[in-house]
């Protein structure tokens, strides 16, 4: 399989991606970490699509897409983290004052799962936070010690897939998912 990780700079890729089947559902887009809440809650249907839109437009795209050939077959959403909701949340904890970036979203198109494309889009976020000069980057994935994850909160990631790309546990948050706890896991870059 010949997986490709590249900068989210296609608007429909996105939209197959994260966006809803009808434009007027109020889906996620990613944006629900990418944003400040108060802004994230008062987007409504189309208008979602059009901030992604303009985050696309911006100097640094808001994640990475996966490619097997021209089909796109996954995201994550990766950008600095004083440019996300955990900047200021309460719950996940920031270990210290460097200028990290935040991976907050994994997610594999149906069909496509257990094909290690999880796996391509970490080191696809990695790579694209090493490429615009991040010092570390962190991700927030559950500790589910091997347990299933449902499938609607997996999106998160997993403690092993963070240790497997090289990640260590640096603290942990107030934040449970599914029941279980989510992880401050970290990869220094310099």
Known sequence: MGIEVRAATDFADVATM???KKPESNVCWCLSYRLPSKENLALRGPERGERV?????????????????DEVVGWAGVHPRAE?????SRKIPHVDDLDVWS???????PGHRGQGIAHHLLDGAIAFAREHGAP???GYPVD???AKVDLTMAYVGTRSLFERAGFTE??????????????????MLG
Not at 57 to 68: C, Q, T
Not at 170 to 187: E, W, Y
Request: proline share 9%.
């Open 144 to 146: 589910n010690r091997g």
């Open 53 to 69: 839109r303009q985050l696309m437009a911006e100097p640094i795209p808001p994640g990475v897409l996966a490619y097997d050939g």
């Open 18 to 20: 994260v966006g809803p």
């Open 170 to 187: 640096a603290a942990v948050s107030g934040s449970v998912i599914n029941g279980f706890p989510r992880l401050v896991m970290r990869l």
């Open 84 to 88: 996300t909701a955990f900047a200021t």
């Open 103 to 109: 991976v907050w979203c994994l997610r594999v198109r």
């Open 136 to 138: 570390a980057i962190e």
